[in-house]
């Protein structure tokens, strides 16, 4: 029964808790490795995201065909 509602409670908020552990784990890396080094972080972890997109990866695929035939 309490399970229930803490379940039911995540999935309604889910969006809180994932800008909550979003904040923290920005502010941890703020604190710890400072603005330029975080930011190169997050930098990498955006490519990183982006390279993981099957969309981006044949994009990134063709554009790089269409160059070797030049």
Same mark, same amino acid.
């Given at each position: 029964?309490?399970?229930? =509602?803490?379940?039911?409670? @995540?999935?309604?908020?889910? =969006? *809180? &808790? /994932? ?7 920005? $502010?941890?890396? /703020?604190?710890? &490795?400072?603005?330029? =080094?975080?930011?190169?972080? /997050? @930098?990498?972890?955006?490519?990183? @995201? =982006?390279? $993981?997109?099957? $969309? @981006? !990866?044949? +994009?990134? *695929? +063709? !554009?790089?065909?269409?160059?070797? *035939?030049?």
């Amino acid at each position: 029964m309490m399970l229930e =509602k803490i379940i039911e409670n @995540f999935i309604l908020n889910f =969006k *809180k &808790y /994932l800008y909550a552990i979003l904040g923290l784990i920005i $502010g941890v890396l /703020l604190v710890e &490795y400072g603005m330029l =080094k975080t930011i190169f972080i /997050l @930098f990498l972890a955006f490519i990183g @995201f =982006k390279l $993981g997109d099957r $969309g @981006f !990866q044949e +994009k990134l *695929k +063709k !554009q790089i065909l269409n160059r070797l *035939k030049d």
